[in-house]
């Protein structure tokens, strides 16, 4: 039983999964709804005239929401052991990077806060017990 139980705990496919989904979520919901706020980060109000333009040309998006192309382009991917959070719209470096800039502001959307880390931590946990009782039981 506790070879089997070794075993479970070298293969977290499910739990990492779990939380590729929990990022995605996380990322593209939370964080563009708070406008950087959840993680720390508040987004810079847009420019007073791209304000303007954007309100002519998309009335009532918010920061960083055009058509919403980089908020639902969070992906992740898993491995037994490990997730990668990636976001594939092409412009999303230019707002995540902390090179120095002059046009566009840094708008950060992706960063491990304290409490999305506890939230991953719950996920392996509870995906670790649930294992541990299956084999004891």
Do not use: C
């Amino acid at each position: 039983m506790l070879d089997q139980i070794g075993a479970d705990v070298k293969d977290l496919r499910g739990a990492m999964q779990d939380v590729g989904e929990s990022a995605k979520l996380f990322f593209g919901g939370q964080v563009f709804a708070s406008r950087g706020g959840v993680i720390g980060e508040p987004w810079q109000r847009l420019s007073p005239d791209y304000a303007a333009w954007k309100a002519k040309k998309y009335p009532g998006r918010p920061v960083l929401i055009r058509r919403g192309l980089m908020q639902r382009s969070f992906h992740y991917r898993s491995t037994p052991m490990s997730v990668t959070i990636s976001n594939s719209a092409p412009y999303f470096k230019y707002h995540q990077s902390d090179e120095e800039r002059s046009v566009i502001p840094r708008r950060v959307m992706l960063k491990m806060t304290s409490q999305f880390h506890d939230d991953v931590v719950g996920i392996i946990a509870n995906s670790l017990i649930r294992r541990i009782k299956s084999r004891i039981v």
